[in-house]
């Protein structure tokens, strides 16, 4: 009778036990790189409340929110910040038996995904321990990228599809394209290339990239230079492993396997250091690469924060991201290209200001808007990496990323970086001083609309037309008379001048 009436109360107690999801938890996700990716749930339960930790690659989340839904499981809002930025997660979790059963909602494009977590033992893929960074000094400086660099990246068209068969192809097509001989001389690869690390903490490629030391060779026999990524964080933004606590070590693999140019991305650095910490964090990097005796020139890749260009020279950095990622469309390329006119004073030969890759020939704009991205990069003596396929090539993109009057701008041994001289607007009139004396003037046309532009000789500070003029896109001289001078631009167009005296 006793035990009758209490019964269900102790069922109560029972189911609550069973149900506890307490504990650290991990889902191994393999993938055909040889790599697994693993996303740890490291959950506390108290009643219907779940708190705790979320970790997904080199994301570090706080469970901010839980809700008990009516299938038993629960609904995990989580949090975390990334400098001034909040990122938040969403998952939905349920315990069957020994079982967390995940959904991970769909979001920006991506379909939902299920997946099981295991309990796996206290503390694994806890966030490691922040090292102490070191007292600033200046690194110095690794004497390249003279001039702003040109290459190809794998990352825009490829991310995690390049291998060693790929980077191969784009050494080879590199040269049969001409490209290498217009000056794109460097063949980067991005993220998506790192295994783990061998029993004395040596990186090692995944199964993508069976021999880099080979690969290296193999690029090197094209008269072409090999590049390579990592970051100073634990992780890469794409989850690998980064060089965290493992900077010199990292930085001689590579120079034994014959790498040219590291870009070094902060992503997993996020959850350790604070933005005013990144100063000292790629200093470390740069410390190392002098020490590892390879000229290897380093990108900073940190989208812009904490004002890098007034720091980027000070670690030996040659080169620095100054935005978030760009997009092949228009209003991407459009938004980071016409928001550089300020950092000008900070590019100068050797550091330049990175607005981001190429990505000239992936699809996602027209020519003419391919012409404009071709354009305003090298007004901004920005780094000329291609982003596209350059084993599917059409003439036209051939002729954008080859046309050597516009790379000249961009290599002008000045090293002085372009500006806007018109007021922001649907056109604008930029300019950039060039070594010879003369001018690069583009107007370009941001409107859907082909549009008259007419440059005044007064705005370039000259008293008359000038004596020589030339339209670089259309290569051919242009007579200029009296105190302007009108052209007519395409739509999201340009034209582009070199002016001498
Ligand atoms: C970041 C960078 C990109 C690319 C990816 C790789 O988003 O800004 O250029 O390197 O990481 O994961």
Redesign the pocket.
């Known amino acids: 009778m006793q035990i009758a009436r209490f019964l269900p109360l102790y069922l109560v107690a029972l189911g609550g036990l069973a149900a506890d999801l307490t504990g650290n938890w991990v889902v191994v996700q393999p993938l055909n790189d040889g790599t697994t990716r693993r996303t740890y749930f490291d959950l506390k339960q108290a009643g219907d409340r779940i708190s705790g930790g979320i970790r997904t690659g080199q994301f570090y989340y706080r469970v901010a929110d839980s809700k008990a839904s009516a299938d038993g499981g629960y609904t995990l809002a989580a949090s975390m910040m990334d400098g001034d930025l909040e990122r938040k997660a969403q998952y939905q979790i349920k315990l069957t038996g020994e079982e967390l059963h995940i959904l991970t909602p769909g979001r920006g494009g991506r379909p939902a995904s299920e997946s099981v977590a295991r309990r796996t033992t206290a503390g694994e893929g806890a966030m490691p321990a922040k090292l102490p960074i070191p007292a600033l000094h200046k690194v110095p400086h690794n004497g390249l990228a003279k001039t702003p660099p040109m290459g190809w990246?794998s990352?825009?068209k490829f991310?995690s599809r390049v291998d060693d068969a790929s980077v191969r192809g784009m050494a080879d097509a590199m040269v049969s394209s001409g490209m290498r001989d217009a000056g794109y001389i460097y063949i980067n690869i991005?993220?998506?290339w790192e295994g783990e690390r061998d029993a004395k903490g040596n990186i090692t490629s995944n199964k993508k990239f069976p021999d880099m030391k080979s690969l290296a060779d193999y690029v090197h026999s094209k008269g072409l230079k090999l590049g390579i990524?990592s970051s100073p964080g634990p992780n890469?933004?794409?989850g690998y492993e980064g060089s965290y606590g493992h900077e010199e070590q990292d930085a001689k693999t590579w120079a034994a396997w014959g790498i040219d140019y590291l870009?070094y991305?902060w992503?997993g650095a996020r959850n350790i250091y604070r933005d005013d910490e990144m100063q000292a964090v790629y200093q470390k990097m740069g410390d190392a690469l002098h020490k590892a005796g390879r000229p290897i020139v380093f990108s900073l890749?940190q989208?812009g924060r904490a004002d890098v260009w007034k720091w980027g020279p000070e670690v030996s950095g040659n080169l620095w991201?100054t935005t978030?990622?760009i997009r092949d469309n228009w209003d991407s390329m459009m938004k980071i290209g016409f928001s550089q006119s300020d950092l000008a004073q900070w590019a100068a030969p050797g550091h330049w200001n990175d607005p981001?890759?190429l990505e000239i020939g992936n699809g996602g704009m027209n020519d003419d808007e391919y012409r404009v991205h071709m354009t305003l990069w090298s007004l901004l003596a920005a780094p000329l990496i291609a982003g596209n396929d350059l084993r599917a090539m059409t003439p036209q993109i051939k002729d954008i990323l080859m046309n050597r009057e516009v790379i000249t701008i961009d290599q002008d041994s000045a090293g002085k970086q372009g500006k806007r001289i018109s007021s922001p607007g649907d056109q604008e009139t930029w300019t950039r001083d060039l070594a010879d004396g003369g001018k690069a003037v583009a107007l370009f046309n941001k409107s859907g609309e082909r549009a008259k532009m007419t440059v005044h000789w007064a705005e370039l500070g000259l008293k008359a037309s000038p004596k020589r003029m030339r339209d670089l896109w259309s290569h051919s001289e242009i007579r200029g008379e009296g105190d302007s001078w009108t052209a007519d631009v395409p739509a999201h167009g340009v034209v582009l001048l070199r002016v001498g005296k």
């Open positions: 990246n990352w825009n991310a991005d993220d998506t990524y890469t933004c794409a870009k991305d992503c890749c989208y991201r978030y990622d981001d890759m």
